[in-house]
């Protein structure tokens, strides 16, 4: 699969544990902020301003530079009606767009399904992590969880090289072979095969990277690294999807969440720099979003599961802004001494899949929703 | 060559455990066929060291409010039972009445639901049926707490019909309806404070507790209904006894049973198997072992074509390379990590997908997950300091002549003894060829992590790496 255009891909950063939208996007002009979050805030001074009202978290350093180039969407208050506040079962929500029954299938399983109903590609959705996000899964979808670039791929613990190479022509011949009348062997030794062909695929995409960026050691800009390696080696791959965390802040909010918004920006601050070297600023979007944000008050040392939360979309091809209204901490306006959700994550869905991949919507957000323009057209 | 009563009993231990290494093999072989069958039955004593010694070694283990812990305390107990049956009727039932961590956010519920299904798993299916309709976690799974004499919720009363016994197409919304009306004050006894414990989302100060079963007679619709043409004054009992006497319920549980026990695809001679697990049911008064016996003995089971009929689940696999290897007989660090493995195969313990649990048989390969499979077994089977594989090694040497094995007598002593595993003629051509690469293993005199050893640990690798190691 050569093309000379690049089609356009969507790259998800994941944040996983329940990102503090309150200490994300700070509402620093607002007093009744620091009356309930007396201990567990970000003082005036320290604050990263957006605008007079809002600003950022002091590590989204990397987060702002963008901002100002206007790169950086931020969708305010986004969730969904009845909040649950069960990781699990938010995220399921999040990956299967159903937020009142219980899903079986991955929106962004569905959307690769759409793209490539063939199943020609075997690289159109890529996991880098491992374990398939339920985002990304999708009966008859094949998609490759890579857990470590440099090293995916079978028998991975088998360190001498020769010997590996021998185990892998071994199975490759075991899988090649006819399977005779049983289907079952047939879709084993069809699977075995795409597995190694992936893995022949990807594993040429450091090889052919060259960049100056420099990466951080943490696994996220490792990950996300792993990412431009193979949006870059032009596989065909549509959908690249990561996760962080845990930003299950319960305790000791102020350090841990500061270390992980660090790795975040800078993660996004080098694919960002990275894409612009190649010339590809405008032919990847990123997502980042969370299961749920936090209480409005916090606990003396951390916060506890909230409701409504922050997602941003990034990219050369965004239209940078506010979108939506940030929820009021009117007591009036809580939900159970949470955030109310003001915006259906399954609008932003809708727009990432209308108008950045050209994809029909409705079927796969389970419905119709109306979307904010996210996208330069 | 071997035995028909090795092959035959290897393919039981799979079906009614997680496969059996040769030791296991060779004492339920003393017992023969029948003896074998009745001792998977009626498990005695598992063996499992004590939950409190357990909980010294992991303390992630003591609190079991947390997922991760408790998924890797069940497969630990798998893994060390020496009654598999019951380990594997539990993970037959979490399938079918699928209770997933995700809404309950408390797997000290979810375990003891599992050790109702040990309990009573293999009991009488009316029975069983009352304890789930009994169960915490089956209550708040499916909003029985929300169903009220006053307002009726019908999730449970629809999925008892739908998914749990008869099957849709035989019963009609009106019968939902009743169903419904009869488990109405079938709640919680603990709820009000488990929710405040839920909202604070703390396990302090003292840890989660279990929630516990309470019937509230106040909130329970006593008027009468009507129940799959039965009219009367139901309550959940009346519904279970009528709910069972059905053709549908026998045909569903049987099916079930077969799918799960016997072979994923259902072939005419498996059909009739399947009828005959339903008179059983009727006539042993729904007894959920007596079904299994008459499964266990029957000439379909014991046929070739029931043989590899299944492809293994990914708690299968995991914990059968396990006891295959003999690794984690006691608690041991980086157990959880290998519980992950499961998730990452697509069966994470405790976490069904939804209530319709989870797609078997061929739904269980993908390309990430098969790699992950391939990826495991072969690593665990493949390291020759696991005690597991130094006894293949020994019975390997034991079984040559003066210690030396050609090509073909390494492929297929492994073969053997992972199994018998049976592969096609390509397969094991490709295992004789691989194992030629270096000529005849000369095993005697064998030193631990030797040459020798580490060439029996590469067959190993490969074989379990093969498309048929991922059958059952």
New interface residues.
Partial sequence: MTTTKREKSLIVIQLSGGNDYLNTVVPYSEGKYYDYRSTVNIPQDKVIPIDDRYGFNPSMGPVKFLWDERKVAIINGIGYQNPN??H??SM?IWHTAEPDS???EGWLGRAIRDIDPLGEN?LTGI?FG???P?ALAC?G?????VGDLDTY??????QDEE?RM??LE??S???G??A?RD???E???Q??Q??LQ??DILRTAPAMYKSSVEYGPDSLAQNVKSISQVFHANLGAKILYTQHGPFDT?SGELLSHAKLWDEVAGAIGCLMDDLKEHGTEDDASILVFSEFGRRIQDNGSGS??GSAGVAFMIGGAVNGGMYGEYPSLAEAEQI?GDLRANNDFRSVYTGILEDWMGLDAAPIVNGQFEKFDLFKS | MISNDTALMAHLLRRAGFGANRNELEEYLAMGYDGAVEALLNPSDPGNMPDDLIRRYHVEQSELRDLAGSAAYWMYRMISTSCPMEEKTALFWHGLFATGYAKLNQARSLLNQVEMFRRSGLGSFEELLVELSKDPAMIVWLDNNENHGTAINENYGRELLELFSMGIGNYSEDDIKGCARAFTGWTLGNAEYMSIRASKDSIWPYGRIAWHFDYREEDHDDGEKTFLGETGNFNGEDIIAIIVKQESTARFVATRLFQFFAADVITEAGEKTIEEMMATYFSSGYEIRDMLRTLFHSDYFKSEEARFARVKGPVEMVVGAIRMAGNYQNPALGIEKVSNTMLYMGQGLLQPPTVEGWHEGSEWIDSGALVERVNFAAKELSDVSSPGVRSIIHRLEAGADQGVLDPADLADGCLDLLGPIEVSEETRSVLVEYAARQGDLDLSGHQPGDEAEKRVGNMLRLVAATREYQLA
């Fill in positions: 506040r069960s699990f079962r399921d219980i899903g079986k075997v996991n491992r374990g398939l339920r009966p979808v094949s998609v490759a969880s791929g079978l028998f991975p613990d088998v010997l021998f185990t071994a199975f011949k075991m899988y072979g006819a005779g289907p079952v062997m879709l084993l030794g699977t075995g795409d597995a992936g893995a319960h506890d599961h159970d």
